[in-house]
């Protein structure tokens, strides 16, 4: 392993390490304006969502890790202190990575960019109408984290409006995953889209308690045949196999390879099945 104390190493090899092992990472494409109305556009991928009510946004546009001076929308929400974030998705990253160059300020990044801009309702800055999801911020409170370059500024936000284009909405009222095509920030150049195979899912135990790995025989949790994920889905079943369910299970095996056929079982979602097989 290679172990760095963040006070041995520069600012820069820190950054890479962080943005290298911290993703894929959100991207706040923020719409903001200063005390004279000119407008700024940029993103910012120290960002996340951190509460549903009151429903808060957290992003922070750092210090210039070369020349240590603030962003431009740090400057804004200090003078101005509303926000709009905009989702950014596969069909407007090469757009939206254009707004992050070191315009002059009062550049209004709309125009650079050629997106278009869309009067919000309750704040002054503009929506972004190519974003299928613009969300309507009062900034409620601003960190400043440090002084040198690379430090960050932490603006939070309350969410005072959100705007969703309905094209993105299924059957069941949720913003569709397999639709809204999102993009994140990975390291250096790289971004991660959440697009087709990228996607799967995974049932959290909200209102169930799993019998845990720490439940299943030896020759189970120590196997070699098995990794990690695997275990975590035998481990996430609420019950252990009746004996009734091992008997069928094993005899529904004939001669096929017990291990070969459970990590079948798993992949489809028979995990109750699955582990009553190698009990």
Same mark, same amino acid.
């Given at each position: 392993?290679?172990?760095?104390?963040?006070?041995?190493?520069?600012v820069q &090899?820190?950054?890479?390490y962080?943005?290298g092992? !911290?993703?894929?990472?959100?991207i706040? /494409?923020?719409?903001t304006? %200063?005390? %004279?109305?000119n @407008?700024?556009?940029?993103?910012?991928?120290?960002?996340?969502?951190?509460?549903?009510?009151p429903?808060i946004?957290?992003?922070?546009?750092? @210090?210039?890790?070369?020349t240590?001076?603030?962003?431009?929308?740090?400057?804004?929400v200090?003078?101005?202190?509303?926000?709009?974030?905009?989702?950014?998705?596969?069909e407007?990253?090469?757009?939206?990575?254009?707004?992050?160059?070191? /315009?002059?300020?009062?550049? $209004?990044?709309?125009?650079?960019?050629?997106?278009?801009? +869309?009067?919000?309702?309750?704040v002054?800055?503009?929506?972004?109408m190519?974003?299928?999801? &613009?969300?309507?911020?009062?900034?409620k &409170?601003v960190?400043?984290?440090?002084?040198?370059?690379?430090?960050? =500024? +932490?603006?939070?936000?309350?969410v !005072?409006?959100?705007?969703?284009?309905?094209?993105?909405?299924?059957?069941?009222?949720?913003? $569709?995953?397999q639709?809204? $095509?999102?993009?994140? @920030?990975?390291?250096? =150049?790289w971004?991660?889209?959440?697009?087709? $195979?990228? *996607?799967?899912?995974?049932?959290?135990?909200?209102?169930t308690?799993?019998i845990?790995? %720490?439940? *299943?025989?030896?020759?189970? @949790?120590?196997?070699?045949?098995?990794?990690g994920?695997e275990?975590?889905?035998?481990?996430? +079943?609420?019950?252990?196999?009746?004996?009734?369910?091992?008997?069928e299970?094993?005899?529904?095996?004939?001669?096929? %390879?017990?291990?070969?056929?459970?990590?079948?079982?798993?992949?489809?979602?028979q995990?109750?099945?699955?582990l009553?097989?190698?009990?």
């Amino acid at each position: 392993m290679l172990s760095i104390l963040p006070s041995e190493v520069s600012v820069q &090899q820190i950054h890479q390490y962080l943005l290298g092992s !911290v993703g894929p990472r959100p991207i706040c /494409f923020a719409s903001t304006i %200063d005390k %004279d109305g000119n @407008r700024n556009l940029a993103p910012f991928s120290f960002f996340n969502v951190f509460s549903a009510n009151p429903p808060i946004a957290v992003f922070s546009p750092a @210090r210039s890790g070369r020349t240590g001076t603030n962003k431009h929308t740090y400057e804004n929400v200090k003078e101005v202190p509303e926000v709009v974030i905009n989702v950014v998705t596969y069909e407007m990253v090469h757009q939206m990575s254009l707004a992050s160059s070191p /315009f002059e300020k009062g550049v $209004d990044e709309f125009l650079k960019t050629g997106f278009t801009p +869309l009067a919000s309702d309750l704040v002054k800055p503009a929506r972004v109408m190519e974003s299928p999801v &613009q969300m309507e911020c009062i900034v409620k &409170q601003v960190m400043e984290l440090g002084e040198g370059g690379g430090a960050g =500024n +932490l603006i939070i936000c309350e969410v !005072v409006k959100m705007h969703i284009n309905e094209a993105f909405i299924n059957e069941n009222g949720a913003i $569709d995953q397999q639709k809204i $095509d999102l993009v994140a @920030r990975m390291g250096g =150049n790289w971004y991660c889209r959440a697009h087709g $195979d990228a *996607l799967f899912e995974v049932a959290k135990p909200l209102t169930t308690i799993g019998i845990g790995v %720490d439940a *299943l025989p030896a020759h189970i @949790r120590l196997s070699e045949h098995l990794n990690g994920n695997e275990l975590g889905m035998l481990g996430n +079943l609420e019950h252990l196999p009746t004996e009734a369910e091992q008997a069928e299970a094993k005899q529904a095996l004939g001669g096929a %390879d017990a291990y070969h056929t459970a990590k079948e079982l798993l992949k489809i979602g028979q995990s109750a099945r699955a582990l009553a097989l190698l009990w």
